[in-house]
């Protein structure tokens, strides 16, 4: 079985910054591309940023140069440093990543999700 859990999600003042983390566990022989997702209420689930298996990044407009992927391969593990948050960034943040299991099949994986809230 292989389980994403998402952590550092809270809440925070507007400017604030945070930093989550999602780990991967389980019956893994490799992960491909990871991502971080949000959905705000009321609003569909949209990509934040995605980062490949060698390192390549994308990101939304919306967070360009203030939000940061990376990834931790050795410990299977993605971050999301998300810098000068606004109120209007207050969603669930879901971690996503296609994983190859030992079944030697890929699929994609989703988080439970964590809060992000951004309120004074």
């Known amino acids: 079985q292989v389980q994403l859990v998402e952590s550092g999600g809270g809440l925070v003042q507007p400017g604030g910054s945070l930093r989550l983390s999602c780990a991967a566990s389980g019956s893994i022989v490799s992960i491909y591309a990871m991502s971080w997702y949000r959905q705000a209420p009321g609003k569909q689930r949209e990509l934040v940023t995605a980062?490949?298996?060698?390192?390549?990044?994308n990101y939304a407009d919306s967070v360009k140069g203030r939000f940061t992927i990376s990834r931790d391969s050795a410990k299977n593990t993605v971050y999301l440093q998300m810098n000068s948050l606004k109120p209007e960034k207050t969603a669930v943040y879901y971690c996503?990543?296609?994983?190859?299991?030992?079944?030697?099949?890929?699929?994609?994986?989703w988080g439970k999700g964590t809060q992000v809230t951004v309120s004074s």
């Open positions: 996503y990543a296609d994983i190859q299991s030992a079944s030697l099949r890929i699929f994609g994986y």
């Open positions: 980062i490949t298996r060698v390192g390549s990044t």
